[in-house]
């Protein structure tokens, strides 16, 4: 069912009443502008399936206020974009939700499983994945575009049935919430400077360069969302690891950086002057900390190879994937002593206590006929 305005929406909504949850999936395009392009919103529940044009002339409201039923499951697999697009476009915070990814990683099914790959496992169905790659914007919509969108979310129901039933049987319900509401929290969407600024990886910081990164960073991410384009169309990460190595003290100046270009003339070039200005004129006091690597120097390479050891002997026994359990940097900051996400809730109680034994020599490690195994110290 193709839902084009208004009208259709409500009854499509008054016809799948208030179930305890439903399958949802957005298709979008994000090629050439800074907030993804909505396309279309597909919807499922029990008989109930339709496709929204979100392109056409309609009021997205109802569903709106339908989506923010506390009581309802939002059921997705891989969420993170759609959470991101649904935020963007309209503030909507859904709670709660289930993301059958992760709920499969929770399963055994191993890391990032593909939702084609659960679709076949609990279906039995092929799902034609020949429509991936379209352009969504492009109005008509194919008959065969519009199946593989439906396919999206009508296979998902039965991902979620089979999926929940078996969380409940191995009696990890609390694992699962526990990630959904890490999930659902909005505050993870919000632009983080010195996010960007990791990614950037610059070497030999100072107090007064590490506040001239984040103002670019932040003027580069304004200038993107003014303009609805990608952050690498308004300067590449190169120029700006250029400009802060290599601050420039005029127009001249910046016109020799690389990866400058036409940035240097009008009013893109003073203001990534005006940016450099500012960090140079800011108190070093209120300049942001230069991260602390040195710690990273004292990490245990032979502890690390024991964690990991440990780490996949419990996931194996455990049947659930090892990198919803922790990740390298996680292992690293436990050898340093820092807490991590191992320090509390089922990742402790699985893992973590564990970990923290075989730091403190408690529990040492075996192998027996190709196989690791936890000897308990008296």
């Keep these: 069912m193709l839902i084009k305005n208004t009208q259709e929406l409500v009854n499509f909504i008054h016809a799948i009443g208030t179930p305890p949850y439903v399958a949802l999936d957005t298709e979008f395009l994000s090629e050439k502008t800074y907030f993804p392009q909505l396309c279309l919103i597909q919807i499922a529940h029990g008989n109930h399936a339709a496709v929204i044009d979100t392109l056409a002339d309609i009021d997205l409201e109802p569903l709106i206020q339908f989506l923010m039923n506390p009581k309802m499951i939002k059921v997705f697999h891989a969420a993170e974009q759609d959470l991101v ?13 289930f993301d059958t990814q992760i709920a499969a990683m929770v399963c055994g099914f191993g890391d990032q499983v593909s939702y084609a790959q659960l679709v076949k496992t609990f279906t039995k169905t092929r799902i034609d994945k020949s429509s991936q790659i379209v352009d969504w914007s492009k109005r008509p919509l194919r008959d065969r ?25 191995r009696g990890r319900a609390p694992w699962v919430a526990e990630e959904m509401q890490e999930l659902s929290e909005t505050k993870r969407f919000d632009f983080k400077p010195e996010a960007q600024a990791r990614k950037l990886k610059l070497r030999n910081m100072t107090p007064r360069r590490m506040a001239l990164l984040h103002g670019l960073v932040t003027w580069r991410e304004e200038r993107a969302k003014t303009q609805n384009i990608p952050r690498g169309w308004v300067i590449k990460d190169l120029a700006l690891r250029d400009l802060v190595s290599n601050p420039p003290d005029n127009l001249k100046d910046l016109e020799r950086a690389r990866g ?10 003073q203001e990534i002057l005006s940016t450099i200005k500012k960090a140079r004129e800011l108190p070093l006091s209120e300049c942001p900390v230069v991260p ?74 075996t192998l027996s006929h190709g196989k690791i195994g936890i000897v308990h110290r008296q």
């Design 260 to 269: 400058i270009g036409g940035n240097a003339q009008g009013r893109a070039g």
């Design 85 to 97: 697009i649904l935020w963007n476009d309209f503030k909507l915070s859904l709670m709660p939700v």
């Design 292 to 365: 602390d690597n040195s710690a990273d120097e004292d990490i245990n390479g032979n502890a690390i190879v024991l964690l990991r050891a440990l780490l996949t002997h419990v996931c194996d026994k455990n049947n659930v994937a090892p990198k919803l359990v922790a990740s390298k940097s996680d292992l690293e900051q436990m050898t340093l002593g820092v807490k991590t996400r191992m320090s509390g809730g089922w990742r402790r109680d699985l893992f973590g206590g564990l970990a923290e034994r075989l730091l403190m020599g408690e529990i040492s490690l």
């Design 145 to 169: 575009h519009l199946e593989y969108a439906l396919a999206d979310v009508t296979h998902l129901c039965k991902v979620y049935e089979r999926l929940h039933k078996d969380i409940d049987k």
